[in-house]
């Protein structure tokens, strides 16, 4: 099982760019989440797709950030324009049950957004 | 909104030591907890779960007890070595959105 997988690792941009970040859920796992984590605030739930369909964006921060997941083995964040306030880890995770089962982490995209 | 508080947010033992990170949980209606381990410059990652109709469960060398009535989770780590130093979360939920804690930082002394 490879896990989740997540791309890039590390992403440097300026303020004003697009930035596009990329999940692959573990195969055959149902829900995806994205996540967002820095000192100040914790893991915080960005948005929760089940079966590719969005379930809760309540927690995206605000109309720059969008999410879709055209299929079950492909997910991507965007942000546009970026801001250094969204400088953060991205995390993205899956589980094969939402909220009813573990979820499990990809290894995060660090953005640094200058 | 609800929320997931860790007691400590550094802890220091000495390898071989019994850990216990503690974890305390506001909503009474969760019925279903997690605790996570985060290395540095890794995701969190799964250590051991825990329903609400269950008070003790046990894993390889981790032990959750789940205290509902004062609303109380801890985590216990048996001889704690030095790959154990990490943050570890705690996240509870009710069916509806994980809560994660702010994370315990656990230091393995050599």
């Known amino acids: 099982d490879a896990g989740v997988i997540q791309s890039p690792r590390h992403e440097v941009t300026e303020m004003g760019q697009e930035v596009t970040l990329r999940c692959k859920p573990i195969s055959g796992h149902n829900s995806l989440f994205w996540y967002r984590q820095t000192m100040m605030r914790g893991l915080e739930l960005l948005i929760y797709?089940?079966?590719?369909?969005?379930?809760?964006d309540s927690g995206m921060p605000e109309d720059r950030f969008s999410a879709k997941m055209p299929n079950a083995s492909f997910s991507t964040l965007k942000i546009q324009p970026s801001e250094p306030r969204d400088s953060a880890v991205y995390f993205c995770a899956s589980s094969s049950q939402g909220w009813r089962e573990k979820l499990f982490f990809g290894s995060g995209t660090q953005l640094s957004v200058l | 909104g609800e929320s997931v508080g860790l007691h400590l947010p550094t802890l220091s033992v000495q390898e071989g030591d019994n850990s216990i990170i503690n974890c305390a949980y506001s909503n009474s209606a969760s019925d279903y907890f997690i605790w996570y381990k985060q290395e540095s410059g890794k995701g969190p990652q799964f250590i051991i779960d825990i329903r609400s109709n269950m008070d003790k469960r046990q894993g390889q060398r981790v032990t959750v007890l789940l205290n509902k009535t004062v609303k109380h989770l801890s985590l216990q780590i048996a001889a704690t070595q030095p790959g154990d130093s990490a943050v570890y979360f705690c996240a509870d939920t009710t069916g509806n959105q994980f809560y994660f804690g702010t994370g315990t930082s656990l230091t393995v002394i050599p």
């Open positions: 797709f089940n079966n590719n369909v969005p379930i809760d």
